[in-house]
T-cell receptor
């Protein structure tokens, strides 16, 4: 069974640029959630996708957007990057009514 | 006031010590309570999952939930150097696969 994978592992961008992060969910999982983890903080919920539809959103501006594909993999897009967007971006997959979300290793984004 | 409060530590203990980690919360709609462990440069992994109030034991780990006080705890018995990690409490209203609200995380070091 393949776990949750994310790409790239690290990324450096400059303020104002756009970035796309990718996530492959664990086999059989139809739900993907994205979290932002700033240094020294706990993860913060960005949004969740269930069967290709957005299924809940946290307190993040519209320049954070996402997509889920028919194979349940997902993308997180961030436009007009700001310095405060520097963080570890975590993707987690789950199946309906499971007890847990399985987290990937994250993508570390640095905005200069 | 944040929805979930967790002392970020750090906490350093000798091998074999009993470790107590705690979180408080303000949202009375939380029904599901989790503890995640996060090693450096990795995604969080689920340690314990509890629904509503009560205790749950799994090997050296015990999770307690007191909904009347809005207080949850994780106890680690006979702590090992391999337990050195950041411990995150997390809560949700609708289950482990729903939006999770995390504490800041407590960095624990167990010294041999």
């Amino acid at each position: 069974e393949t776990g949750v994978t994310q790409s790239p592992t690290h990324l450096i961008k400059t303020r104002g640029q756009q970035v796309t992060l990718r996530c492959s969910s664990q086999s059989g999982h139809n739900t993907v959630s994205w979290y932002q983890q700033a240094l020294g903080q706990g993860p913060q919920f960005i949004f969740q996708y269930y069967r290709e539809e957005e299924n809940g959103r946290g307190n993040f501006p519209p320049r954070f957007s996402g997509l889920q594909f028919p194979n349940y993999s997902s993308e997180l897009n961030v436009n007009a990057l700001e310095l405060d967007d520097s963080a570890l971006y975590l993707c987690a997959s789950s199946q309906d009514r499971q007890e847990t979300q399985y987290f990937g290793p994250g993508t570390r984004l640095l905005v200069l | 006031q944040k929805e979930v409060e967790q002392d970020p530590g750090p906490l350093s203990v000798p091998e074999g010590a009993i470790v107590s980690l705690n979180c408080t919360y303000s949202n009375s709609a939380f029904q599901y309570f989790m503890w995640y462990r996060q090693y450096s440069r990795k995604g969080p992994e689920l340690l314990m999952y509890t629904y509503s109030s009560g205790n749950k034991e799994d090997g050296r780990f015990t999770a307690q939930v007191d909904k009347s006080s809005k207080y949850i705890s994780l106890f680690i018995r006979d702590s090992q150097p391999s337990d050195s990690a950041t411990y995150l409490c997390a809560m949700s209203e609708g289950g482990g696969s729903e939006k999770l609200v995390f504490g800041k995380g407590m960095k624990l070091t167990v010294n041999p």
